[in-house]
């Protein structure tokens, strides 16, 4: 059970982190390349992908969560707290993404206010990744898939096989 509740959260989790990055870059790169393109496509996917990440954040969220129950381990308790805190950036970032197109609808995209949210939707974003980045490595740490190396059993191995109770 706890392999299959690790191996769900990993999933989720790069699920959100992968599409996260990939979307700043393609984004970034649309820009780039096409800005009246860009300034049609790119609120279609902000919006998109704030639902997205509130969909598998949560789905990762609530398998880490559970994976530390399962296994008892806090360092997957605080790992699941990372990404609980990294879910609670995607709702800000959604709450951001909606207002700004409210916003980009009015025709006011090139305002003050909506400067003002671009800003804090950056900031919001960075943040969010770099909570993931975070319970991404702590993941690959506490993996409870980690092994030691074949023939070094555990202490009560050994001490098994020197009473004689193998």
Not at 17 to 41: D, H, K, Y
Not at 54 to 78: D, E, Y
Not at 124 to 142: D, F
Request: hydrophobic share 60%.
């Amino acid at each position: 059970m706890a392999r299959f509740l690790y191996v769900l959260t990993l999933i989720c989790w790069a699920l959100w982190l992968g599409g996260m990055v990939a979307l700043l870059i393609f984004v970034t790169q649309l820009f780039a390349t096409s800005r009246p393109v860009a300034l049609q496509a790119a609120p279609v996917l902000f919006r998109t992908f704030a639902v997205y990440q509130l969909v598998v954040g949560a789905m990762a969220c609530a398998a880490g969560t559970f994976l530390s129950v399962v296994t008892q381990r806090k360092c997957h308790a605080i790992n699941g707290l990372v990404m609980v805190l990294a879910l609670a950036a995607a709702l800000v970032i959604r709450m951001l993404t909606v207002k700004m197109l409210v916003l980009l609808e009015a025709g006011q995209s090139s305002g003050p206010e909506f400067l003002a949210l671009h800003i804090k939707s950056n900031i919001a974003y960075t943040v969010a990744a770099g909570l993931l980045a975070l319970a991404g490595i702590g993941w690959a740490l506490t993996s409870p898939m980690r092994r030691t190396s074949p023939g070094i059993g555990s202490a009560t191995d050994s001490q098994a096989l020197v009473a004689g109770r193998s």
